[in-house]
């Protein structure tokens, strides 16, 4: 079975253009979570989706990020425009449930190292 | 604000030897826990994870929950160099999404 799959897995842009990931989560798994990481930190949640409803999205920068996952399935991360200290590995989850409890192990993919110049 | 702590380390024990490595959290109607290893420059890759009070154990890997004391561990038997690794522990509220902390950096030397 796939695991979660993201791309690019390296992006370098300059500062004030835009950038945008793609991930694709296990399948049958209704949450999916992106993730920001900075080095020596551990993993900070930007948005949650239950299906295609974004359910936790208090800690995405609405300004300049937005995200969506159309079907419920796939999603997509924007930056417009990024900013130098964007620069960090974004990563994202997919679980079975959202909810709390049992079936709630989250998997990771292999992330996307962004650096702006 | 719903925190998870961990001492960031490093932790270094030596090959052969019981690891073990700490979180608290701060949330008492959290249900769900879980241990990630994360080699550095990889993502992280699940390990772990407990629902109920007292000790799970899969293989050399023991995770233990005390709900009362707000406490989880993982204990890492037999040490192998190839368990260093920063280690991070997440905890799932209700409702929220999965909560890591910081990780803990575990050297295992030779």
């Known amino acids: 079975e796939a695991g979660v799959v993201q791309s690019p897995r390296y992006k370098i842009i300059e500062k004030k253009q835009p950038v945008a990931f793609w991930c694709n989560p296990i399948?049958?798994?209704?949450?999916l979570y992106w993730y920001l990481q900075n080095l020596g930190q551990g993993p900070e949640l930007l948005i949650r989706?239950?299906?295609?409803?974004?359910?936790?999205d208090s800690q995405l920068p609405k300004d300049r990020f937005s995200a969506e996952r159309l079907k419920g399935v796939d999603s997509t991360l924007k930056i417009q425009p990024a900013e130098l200290g964007d620069s960090a590995v974004y990563l994202c989850?997919?679980?079975?449930?959202?909810?709390?409890?049992?079936?709630?192990?989250?998997?990771f993919g292999q992330g996307t190292r962004l650096t702006v110049v | 604000q719903k925190e998870v702590e961990q001492n960031s380390g490093p932790l270094s024990v030596p090959e052969g030897a019981i690891a073990s490595l700490n979180c608290t959290y701060s949330d008492r109607g959290s249900q769900s826990f879980f241990w990630y290893r994360q080699y550095s420059g990889k993502s992280p890759e699940l390990i772990m994870f407990?629902?109920?009070?007292g000790d799970k154990e899969d293989g050399r890997f023991t995770a233990q929950l005390n709900k009362a004391s707000q406490y989880v561990s993982l204990l890492i038997r037999d040490s192998q160099p190839s368990d260093s690794a920063t280690y991070l522990c997440?905890?799932?509220?209700?409702?929220?999404?999965?909560?890591f902390g910081k990780g803990t950096s575990l050297l295992v030397t030779p």
């Open positions: 997440a905890v799932k509220y209700s409702g929220y999404a999965l909560n």
């Open positions: 399948s049958g798994h209704n949450t």
């Open positions: 407990i629902y109920s009070n």
């Open positions: 989850a997919s679980s079975l449930s959202g909810t709390g409890g049992m079936n709630t192990e989250a998997f």
């Open positions: 989706y239950e299906n295609e409803e974004a359910v936790d």
